[in-house]
Each structure stands twice: as structure tokens, then as C-alpha cells.
T-cell receptor
């Protein structure tokens, strides 16, 4: 069965610290997509990144970086030099198995990041 | 600007009433989705639609209904049969053509039952 686990419920750091959000997934598909979304206090989910299961290269976008390791079924997200504006709930998500016919996403329970000034 | 709009932002319902949440998108996306989010939890799929005049139940469809008469619109009705409707409701859309399943979300509607 599809499953996404975000074991860290809440993380608190001081501004300028680096922080890593963990994501572990389970799927029976060989082709799938992994996502990270940010949910600020306003509530809207903001798309951050999509990763294809065949592309294990790490990706960096400014202060954000993502580490995809198929061998451990993990897709971790690191924020370097965190800022107060990074405070939000972050969700990891997995595309559903192709044989279900559903093109929905399976979400983890989210990690609340609080960055203190 | 392209995007997804949801209205109202806040909605209060008395027990026994049906209410309808609006979702409109101008991204020309084929697929649309409704998710429910409860405090401290992830998103759970209520209904989804991949084409006009067709929609499918998600994981928690009981007590909800939808329609998809236009490509741009996917309203959700929360019926009196929904036992615990107080939650945050998020609408999303995606392009079937790209096959990447990337979903873009609206700002959400927070429903409270009085």
C-alpha cells in the first residue's frame, strides 16, 4: 500500500541554523513522483519540488536542497540558513500507483517547522 | 493571473444544513481534486475528477457530493450526512497531459459547524 511517513511532527530551530525534514515512502510502483509542499499559516499549499523516481540527482534551489535516495526510500528536504519566513508546515507527497487509475497524491502527516528569531 | 480560487474563505454551518464550497481554476487543467485537512494531519482525498461530467470517490467521500459541469469548476457540497464536517478543505488541479501529477492548490475554505 502507498504510504508516506514524516516522523518529525514539529521542529524548532533558531534563525540561520540548517534543518532537515525527513520523508520516507512506500510504493509498489517502479515509476512514481515525489513532492514537497509548503503550507504557511495562510493555509494554501505551495508546490516546492517534484522528483521523478528515475532521477536520483540531488537538487538545490537557493537555500533549499533535496536528497532522494531510492535505496532507503527517502526524500529528505534541507533548508540551509533558515529564516523566520520558513516557518510553516511542510508536506511530503507521493503519486499514487498507476494501476489504481487515480491521479491523486498520498500525503504524509506533515512537519511543522518553527524558526525562532 | 492563472490560479485556483476557493470561496468562501470561512464558512459556518448549522447542524443539519447542506453547504457548498466553490472551486474555480483558470489553468486549463483537466483534473480537479478535493482534500480535507484536520488539525495536525495530512490531506485526505474526498473526490476527484479527471474530465467534465465524470468524477470518482476518494478515500472519505461519505457525506459529500460533487459535480463537474464545466472544466473550470468543481464545487463540493457538504451534506448533513457528514458527521464531523469541521475541517479545512483544499481544492487542487493538475494537468493530465504532463503526466507528472503535480497538483496546484487553492487557498482553502475553513468550515466550522456550530
Amino acid at each position: 500500500a502507498q504510504k508516506v511517513t514524516q516522523a518529525q511532527t514539529e521542529i524548532s530551530v533558531v534563525e540561520k541554523e540548517d534543518v532537515t525534514l525527513d520523508c520516507v515512502y512506500e510504493t509498489r510502483d517502479t515509476t512514481y513522483y515525489l513532492f514537497w509542499y509548503k503550507q504557511p499559516p495562510s493555509g494554501e499549499l505551495v508546490f516546492l519540488i517534484r522528483r521523478n523516481s528515475f532521477d536520483e540527482q540531488n537538487e538545490i534551489s537557493g537555500r533549499y536542497s533535496w536528497n532522494f535516495q531510492k535505496s532507503t526510500s527517502s526524500f529528505n528536504f534541507t533548508i540551509t540558513a533558515s529564516q523566520v519566513v520558513d516557518s510553516a508546515v511542510y508536506f511530503c507527497a507521493l503519486s499514487e500507483a498507476r494501476d489504481t487509475g487515480r491521479r491523486a497524491l498520498t500525503f504524509g502527516s506533515g512537519t511543522r517547522l518553527q524558526v525562532q528569531p | 493571473d492563472g490560479g485556483i480560487t476557493q470561496s468562501p474563505k470561512y464558512l459556518f454551518r448549522k447542524e443539519g444544513q447542506n453547504v457548498t464550497l466553490s472551486c474555480e481554476q483558470n489553468l486549463n487543467h483537466d483534473a480537479m481534486y478535493w482534500y480535507r485537512q484536520d488539525p495536525g494531519q495530512g490531506l485526505r482525498l474526498i473526490y476527484y475528477s479527471q474530465i467534465v461530467n465524470d468524477f470518482q470517490k476518494g478515500d472519505i467521500a461519505e457525506g459529500y457530493s460533487v459535480s463537474r459541469e464545466k472544466k473550470e469548476s468543481f464545487p463540493l457540497t457538504v451534506t448533513s450526512a457528514q458527521k464531523n464536517p469541521t475541517a479545512f478543505y483544499l481544492c487542487a488541479s493538475s494537468s493530465i497531459l504532463t503526466s507528472t501529477d503535480t497538483q496546484y492548490f487553492g487557498p482553502g475554505t475553513r468550515l466550522t459547524v456550530l
